[in-house]
């Protein structure tokens, strides 16, 4: 029972926590994503849907670590590209406006269509190809609400591809969506009045 009574007390006490003392800040976002593949002209149109987990700021550079993923629902006449990426992003505040960097790294499964793609030197066809994945982007998100934002998003990601001549692929996802932040306004500062 005493153990019970320690756990109320304990919600309490958080839930009593003004907004400025908490540590961290959490987010979700969704997106539609264009993703313009890089191989042979491919292009998909996809979802892209994740998640931040934000800290307190460091000299008005807020620190996140972020995880994301992309799935195709068109994916054009060459090749369909879905990943599933983590790592870190650096968000700064000018009132409303929120840019960011992030690199992400991760793992990511290509389809190519229409029966495959052969290699650079003809003797085999690929019907699909997993490997590692880098990304850096940015974007910025617009705050309309305390608790909702407008996101525009650009990535460019290398893959690994067994159908090129250099083993690698280039891709640029574009996104464009919307962002939810949970609990009251993230972390009060001073950037924003810059």
Not at 94 to 112: E, M, S, T, V
Not at 157 to 169: D, E, H, N, W
């Amino acid at each position: 029972m005493s153990c019970l009574a320690l756990a109320v007390c304990s919600l309490v006490h958080a839930q009593a926590f003004p907004a400025a003392s908490r540590p961290f800040a959490l987010s979700a976002f969704g997106a539609a994503t264009g993703t313009f593949t890089g191989l042979s002209g491919g292009k998909n149109l996809g979802i892209t849907a994740g998640g931040d987990l934000s800290f307190r700021p460091y000299h008005f550079f807020y620190p996140s670590v972020e995880v994301r993923g992309t799935y195709p629902i068109d994916g054009g006449n060459v090749d369909s590209q879905e990943n599933i990426l983590f790592g870190v992003k650096v968000e700064r505040l000018y009132r409303n406006f929120h840019p960011y960097a992030d690199f992400l790294y991760g793992r990511d499964k290509i389809d190519y269509e229409h029966g495959g793609y052969p290699n650079p030197a003809g003797t085999l066809l690929y019907l699909d190809s997993i490997s590692n994945i880098f990304s850096a982007g940015g974007g910025l998100d617009y705050t309309l609400t305390e608790h909702l934002a407008l996101k525009i998003d650009a990535q460019y990601q290398r893959y690994g591809a067994p159908v090129t001549p250099s083993g690698t692929l280039y891709s640029t996802p574009l996104s464009i969506g919307v962002v939810y932040r949970f609990g009251s306004q993230q972390f009060p500062n001073k950037a924003e009045l810059h």
